[in-house]
């Protein structure tokens, strides 16, 4: 296993370009098996969660060739509509299949998903929305299985806004009979995306970024060509890292995909200055402490919650953070606590008090967010620190050591 190191305590400046979200292009990768023909994405980011899901595409059939951001798939050759538990186990993104493969086939096999080692996240919503289109859903083995000789429109009403649920729901319905209402629909970015990729397939969608998404099935799709947008949670987590460290410029990113994230940042000192396509930050002279609860978009990401707590623990002052989407997501709290940070932990409630200076030490990552936010402490930390199953890190962000040394930090990856 690799580990990061990093010598810590150093300012940060520069500028560094943001990639492709993965959270974007792991469900418009899934929305290429509903045609037959080659879909092309330009912006791809190259994670260890993209590569996963084309080993999954290709496993159903389809053929995937990636290079250079640049990814072709030829879902024509698809005959097997089984998501294996091999795959599906490492990443929940894979779950994403169900949807076009019910909808293309009229049937689907796909193992319950896996993923990050953090919190009951069902796939309920995902199952009880397909139903309503008309899908009979049994599970064996481990493994959802749907059939449907056709899906017929329905009015689908999530309890709360489900990201993955409204994804799935969306490539399922596309080619249903009649109209489909998803209600208190996801709004989030990655989103719209997926919606207006699908509308480029020829789909009919109204309602894309509001809470009421309506869909007219068609009879038939269109391969296409898409350039995936920028990951919002790098952004904010290099924002972050400028806050509490120095000055960095964002390069490609969407401004108005971080309005919530970039008010709180100017809450705790921090100076901005947006462009059309890219954002600086100056670290203040001191930070302030800032109370944050995580939302649904457009408010704070919870994928950005565990580097926000990293940042308050620089703070001058004692800060609340809350996590209401998930409520154990702190794995990252005990870690940051071995390099100094004052935190105090009830049920989905984090109370920071800010220290001077933390100070380097080993700790181990649990997650994707959670090595963001140790990578974070540790790059602020006096000293060495040692991060180590850093493979967590590679699912969510490309070579993110590399663009730190970019903008001066003392960091490598080795091997242990």
């Known amino acids: 296993m690799d580990k990061i190191v990093i010598q ?25 098996l509903l045609v037959d023909g080659k879909t092309v994405i330009d912006n791809v980011p190259d994670l ?25 798939i030829d879902a024509g050759p698809v005959d097997t509509p089984v998501a294996p538990y091999d795959l599906v ?19 689907a096999k796909v193992s319950l998903p896996g993923g990050c080692a953090w919190g009951p996240r069902p796939v309920d919503f995902h199952l009880k929305g397909l139903e309503k289109l008309g899908a009979e859903i049994t599970l ?19 309890e709360i806004p489900s990201v993955g649920a409204t994804g799935n729901l969306l490539m399922a319905a596309v080619r ?34 509001t809470d009421e998404i309506t869909i007219e099935g068609v009879a038939s799709l269109r391969p296409t060509q898409v350039t995936v947008i920028p990951d919002r949670i790098e952004a904010g987590t290099f924002l972050i890292a400028g806050a509490a460290l120095g000055r960095i410029t964002v390069d490609q990113v969407r401004p108005d995909h971080l309005k919530v994230v970039l008010e709180k940042l100017e809450e705790a000192g921090a ?23 995580t939302a649904v978009y457009p408010g704070f990401p919870t994928d950005l919650q565990a580097q926000w707590i990293a940042l308050m623990a620089l703070a001058e002052g004692t800060s609340i953070i809350t996590d209401t989407i998930y409520h154990d997501r702190f794995s990252h709290v005990p870690e940051l606590q071995r390099l100094g940070a004052n935190i105090t932990l ?27 936010s140790l990578i974070l402490g540790g ?11 850093v493979y967590h890190i590679d699912r969510g962000y490309e070579k993110i050591e590399e663009k730190f040394r970019t903008l001066g930090a003392s960091i490598e990856r080795v091997s242990e």
């Not at 490492?90 to 009229?106: E, I, N």
């Not at 790059?379 to 199953?389: C, D, F, H, K």
């Open 379 to 389: 790059l602020a930390a006096r000293g060495r620190t040692e991060i180590s199953r």
């Open 48 to 72: 260890r969660d993209t590569r996963t899901m084309i080993r999954l595409l290709e496993m159903v059939g389809a053929r995937g060739r990636f290079g250079s951001h640049r990814l072709e």
């Open 140 to 158: 064996e083995g481990g493994y959802i299985q749907a059939q449907a000789d056709y899906l017929t429109g329905a009015t689908i009403h999530f």
């Open 271 to 293: 100076e901005i200055r947006v462009e059309a396509s890219s954002i600086t930050i100056q670290r203040p002279d001191s930070i302030q402490p800032v109370n944050m609860s």
């Open 8 to 32: 810590g305590g150093k300012s940060l400046s520069g500028r560094v370009n943001i990639s492709g979200a993965k959270n974007a292009v792991l469900p418009i990768m899934a929305a290429a």
């Open 346 to 372: 009830e049920k989905n409630v984090a109370v920071v008090i800010g220290q001077q200076e933390l100070i380097g030490a080993p700790v181990m990552s649990t997650d994707i967010r959670a090595s963001a």
């Open 89 to 107: 186990k490492t990443m929940r993104a894979s779950f994403y299949v169900l949807g076009p493969l019910l909808s293309r086939f009229g049937r």
């Open 176 to 209: 249903a009979r009649g109209t489909t209402v998803i209600e208190n629909a996801a709004r989030e970015p990655e989103i719209v995306q997926l919606g207006e990729f699908l509308q480029s397939m020829g789909a009919r969608i109204e309602g894309l970024g």
